[in-house]
């Protein structure tokens, strides 16, 4: 087997101690390094080797238990995953900084309890249902459709890259975050879980339509775990129990029902839909200003030729997927 010529790898670190800095600053180390070889040796080799004072969290090295992710030339990931090859191809460094959206305890540790918080205030562990009790001595099976309907989430370990790719996260404390609601959704979907409905009434109103659908959280899982994807079945999910109950899930189901009817949005049937006459008195003098930039929003657009079309392909995605509860 030939071994692997080493690289020279130059390192910026984040370091920031509150007990005694005043402000963040980067370290720079270079090591020489296979390109296979994972950040995560590369920074124990830095704090053995030159600063033992750099301090960071990791535990099996094997991307299982999701101790060590942090930012890695701006991107949310597992350190022991990541080897620094191909970031020295595509960056010519590496930079290191903590995750964000969580307070930095120091260097690259950050404070989780944000994170676990939001978790769990969503309650998402099985809860029995009394109608349908648990077998007491035996397993209670499930059948593969069943199983293949949790999607991929039983394989997050919560490591929260996803959490710190997101810019919802970022911008609004009362989003519970992507692995939260994946996870909800690992609920949701269970047959053996008595809460399925009360999850979906009360997460409407508790976060989730605050998901940007940028699908960064997405691209950060190290497990393809896919949130987004999750949080849009959600989505659809709540609004087949209660239909459009705050501002996103009205904005949904009208924007769907435009969309239907005409081919093309009429938005200012949007706007009612969306809000009520009260709240829709407070966006006034806004709609005012839209509507003297734009005065054809206030025309009812005209059905676009083929509207038929769009209505068959509308009958066939209202159809339930097989297997719906």
Same mark, same amino acid.
């Given at each position: 087997?030939?071994?692997?010529?080493?690289?020279?790898?130059?390192?910026?670190?984040?370091?920031?101690?509150?007990?005694?800095?005043?402000?963040?600053?980067?370290?720079?180390?270079?090591?020489? #390094?296979?390109?296979?070889?994972? /950040?995560?040796?590369?920074? #124990?080799?830095?704090?053995?080797?030159?600063?033992?004072?750099?301090?960071?969290?990791?535990?099996?090295?094997?991307?299982?238990?999701?101790?060590?992710?942090?930012?890695?030339?701006?991107?949310?990931?597992?350190?022991?995953?990541?080897?620094?090859?191909? =970031?020295?191809?595509?960056?010519?460094?590496?930079?290191?900084?903590?995750?964000?959206?969580?307070?930095?305890?120091?260097?690259?540790?950050?404070?989780?309890?944000?994170?676990?918080?939001?978790?769990?205030?969503?309650?998402?562990?099985?809860?029995?249902?009394? =109608? *349908?009790?648990?077998?007491?001595?035996?397993?209670?099976?499930?059948?593969?459709?069943?199983?293949?309907?949790?999607?991929?989430?039983?394989?997050?370990?919560? @490591?929260?890259?996803?959490?710190?790719? @997101?810019?919802?996260?970022?911008?609004?404390?009362?989003?519970?975050?992507?692995?939260?609601?994946?996870?909800?959704?690992?609920?949701?979907?269970?047959?053996?879980?008595?809460?399925?409905? =009360?999850?979906? /009434?009360?997460?409407?109103?508790?976060?989730?339509?605050?998901?940007?659908?940028?699908?960064? @959280?997405?691209?950060?899982?190290?497990?393809?775990?896919?949130?987004?994807?999750?949080?849009?079945?959600?989505?659809?999910?709540?609004?087949?129990?209660?239909?459009?109950?705050?501002?996103?899930?009205?904005?949904?189901?009208?924007?769907?029902?435009?969309?239907?009817?005409?081919?093309?949005?009429?938005?200012?049937?949007?706007?009612?839909?969306?809000?009520?006459?009260?709240?829709?008195?407070?966006?006034?003098?806004?709609?005012?200003?839209?509507?003297?930039?734009?005065?054809?929003?206030?025309?009812?657009? *005209?059905?676009?030729?083929?509207?038929?079309?769009?209505?068959? #392909?509308?009958?066939?995605?209202?159809?339930?997927?097989?297997?719906?509860?």
């Amino acid at each position: 087997m030939v071994e692997e010529a080493s690289v020279s790898a130059p390192f910026e670190v984040y370091r920031f101690d509150p007990s005694r800095d005043k402000s963040p600053r980067y370290d720079k180390f270079t090591l020489e #390094l296979p390109p296979h070889t994972p /950040v995560l040796t590369a920074l #124990l080799k830095v704090r053995s080797e030159m600063d033992p004072s750099l301090t960071m969290r990791y535990s099996c090295r094997s991307a299982i238990c999701g101790s060590c992710a942090m930012v890695i030339n701006s991107k949310s990931r597992l350190a022991c995953q990541t080897p620094i090859g191909p =970031e020295l191809a595509r960056h010519g460094r590496i930079v290191i900084d903590p995750m964000r959206n969580q307070p930095i305890l120091r260097d690259l540790v950050v404070e989780t309890a944000p994170f676990w918080n939001r978790y769990r205030r969503l309650e998402p562990h099985l809860i029995p249902d009394p =109608e *349908h009790p648990m077998p007491e001595g035996r397993e209670n099976p499930m059948t593969p459709e069943q199983v293949d309907r949790f999607h991929e989430t039983p394989r997050c370990i919560a @490591c929260g890259a996803c959490y710190s790719a @997101c810019p919802a996260v970022e911008s609004d404390p009362s989003f519970p975050g992507p692995m939260a609601l994946a996870k909800l959704y690992r609920f949701v979907v269970d047959p053996r879980d008595g809460g399925r409905r =009360e999850r979906l /009434v009360k997460i409407q109103t508790d976060g989730l339509w605050l998901c940007l659908r940028c699908h960064l @959280c997405t691209e950060a899982c190290p497990k393809g775990v896919r949130p987004s994807e999750r949080i849009r079945d959600l989505k659809e999910m709540a609004i087949a129990v209660q239909g459009g109950s705050e501002h996103g899930s009205r904005h949904a189901v009208g924007f769907k029902d435009n969309i239907r009817d005409a081919g093309q949005l009429n938005e200012m049937k949007l706007v009612r839909q969306t809000y009520n006459p009260l709240e829709m008195l407070g966006q006034l003098p806004q709609g005012l200003r839209i509507a003297r930039k734009k005065p054809e929003l206030l025309k009812k657009p *005209h059905p676009i030729e083929g509207v038929e079309e769009v209505q068959k #392909l509308y009958e066939l995605l209202d159809k339930p997927p097989e297997g719906s509860p």
